[in-house]
């Protein structure tokens, strides 16, 4: 019972008065142990399992006991949606404030908060800024913690999340993920409990539809053909099911394209009372954007479909989602960075392409986390009586593979991916600009505590480290002299324009040609 619970008075009222009165066996698992002892804790749970209660019950104990809290997640977008969720705790005392924007920036104005949501790349740049609050933090929240494992933010989370803990080290860290192989080897790199669990508020069903039905493990649901497009049928018989659609693409433009493609279907089945309120949604958009883009999706939204991806400006996003919530629009077609913790479950999840283009190797299958992601968020807690992902099959060899090597499937392990120069050149300069290592041992002795060398050997590293050192010292970012006390001791230091580049977040290489275009031209 959230009346139970070690924190105030006032915060269980609100939590009363929004309808949580009791907590998710998961939720539960956390207090116990130790979520409100300041204990850190990996959440690795399904999609609305209410990972959010739980950084929001460490937040404001921390808070009411002088402290100050940093919620970390990987797009701007889920930002925003965090931020004006903890901005409804504005009435108890508690600030909040977002930063995701220039990575130039200290942002020294953001430390007056008691919340501050940013991206991993704003954290970063944060500390690399040398922002004077940083050290103030008390409670640290990663949400999205799996994204370890994604080679273009995973090394700045990583790193991002080991400096937090060298600066900060009675801070408790909060991990929120979903269900990954090896939860238990994030947990202990972290130092902190496992709550591992795949209790769901609303049942989830996976299925591959292959000719006229829905083939779920032991049962099949008849679809009826009313288009050649399998997806457009899927969408048709959720909306005349009284449930809603999301629909995830490869692209932005696959995403628009299949949009106005179902849009058409669907205006035929919505009542005259929903146009109306549509077209009142559509407006508001034309309203605040007048691109080609704003005018297909206003377009698409007047027959009760919309689009959603990275493309579209803020306005535009809450529109669509705002419109979406209230049962309005009835179909999102989507890029997958919807399913990176955005708020928006529905009756069913159609993922209507499996495969992503590699700019080495082609198309190719996404992984099983990221297909648990999507079809995670299938269901709406307490609206829906369950939630359906749907898989697409064309042939009978394909549907087999579907169903093994995705609805049967488990998601893969997490596994680091800091152990290149490219990644690492970057990180090993802003770690000697900021001080938080000042000779090679304390360099490696600082990524000897990431999540690389706790999953490999932190001598692998050790090489990767000199090359990216021999390389900012051969191109003046970094100077290696001799300690004055210590004469047999080397002292690193970042020099004026390697701390330029760190602060600037330019990546190294690029900060090296840059200076070697200038002294050509000069």
Request: charged share 25%; aromatic share 6%.
């Amino acid at each position: 019972m959230i009346r139970e619970l070690d924190i105030p008075e006032d915060i269980i009222g609100f939590y009363e008065d929004s309808g949580i009165k009791e907590l998710y066996p998961p939720q539960a698992e956390a207090i116990e142990m130790g979520l409100l002892e300041k204990k850190n804790l990996l959440a690795a749970i399904p999609t609305a399992s209410g990972k959010t209660l739980l950084a929001e019950l460490a937040m404001i104990k921390s808070i009411r006991e002088g402290g100050k809290a940093l919620y970390i997640v990987p797009l701007r977008a889920l930002a925003s949606e965090k931020f004006e969720r903890f901005r409804e705790l504005a009435p108890f005392g508690i600030k909040v404030g977002i930063s995701t924007g220039d990575l130039d920036s200290r942002a020294d104005w953001l430390g007056v908060n008691d919340i501050i949501v940013a991206t991993s790349e704003k954290t970063d740049s944060l500390l690399r800024n040398g922002t004077s609050w940083m050290d103030e933090i008390t409670t640290v929240v990663v949400d999205e913690v799996h994204l370890l494992d994604s080679k273009n933010r995973g090394p700045t989370l990583e790193v991002t999340i080991t400096k937090l803990m060298r600066l900060n080290p009675d801070a408790q860290v909060l991990a929120l993920s979903a269900t990954v192989g090896n939860a238990r080897e994030m947990a202990d790199w972290l130092g902190a409990g496992l709550v591992l669990s795949q209790w769901r508020p609303t049942d989830l069903h996976e299925g591959v539809l292959f000719g006229e039905a829905i083939n779920f493990p032991g049962s099949q649901k008849k679809i009826d053909r009313l288009d050649k497009d399998d997806a457009v049928n899927l969408v048709l018989d959720t909306i005349r099911s009284e449930g809603q659609c999301l629909v995830f693409e490869s692209s932005r433009r696959n995403c628009a394209g299949f949009a106005k493609t179902a849009s058409s279907k669907v205006a035929k089945i919505l009542d005259n009372d929903a146009k109306i309120k549509l077209a009142g949604i559509a407006e508001e958009v034309e309203s605040t954007g007048e691109t080609d883009t704003a005018i297909v999706l206003a377009n698409c939204i007047r027959k009760g479909v919309a689009f959603h991806h990275a493309g579209l400006n803020s306005n535009h996003r809450k529109l669509v989602e705002n419109g979406f919530r209230q049962n309005l629009i009835k179909l999102i077609s989507s890029t997958p960075t919807l399913a990176a913790g955005l708020n928006l479950p529905a009756r069913r999840v159609i993922i209507r392409s499996y495969r992503r283009f590699d700019s080495n190797f082609g198309m190719q299958p996404i992984p099983v986390l990221e297909y648990k992601q999507m079809a995670g968020m299938a269901g709406r807690p307490h609206l829906d009586p369950y939630g359906e992902s749907v898989l697409i099959a064309k042939t009978y060899d394909e549907f087999a593979q579907l169903m093994e090597n995705y609805v049967e499937a488990d998601a893969e392990d997490i596994w680091s991916k800091l152990g290149t120069e490219n990644a690492l050149r970057t990180h090993v300069l802003s770690t000697i600009v900021n001080g938080f290592a000042s000779t090679r041992h304390e360099l490696f002795d600082f990524f000897g505590a990431t999540f690389f060398a706790y999953q490999q050997d932190a001598w692998m590293l050790e090489e990767v480290i000199n090359d990216c050192l021999e390389f900012l010292i051969d191109n003046v970012m970094v100077s290696e002299t001799e300690d004055i006390e210590d004469v047999s001791k080397l002292i690193l230091r970042g020099t004026r324009l390697g701390g330029l580049i760190s602060m600037l977040y330019i990546d190294p290489l690029s900060g090296a040609n840059i200076v070697d275009g200038l002294k050509k031209c000069g």
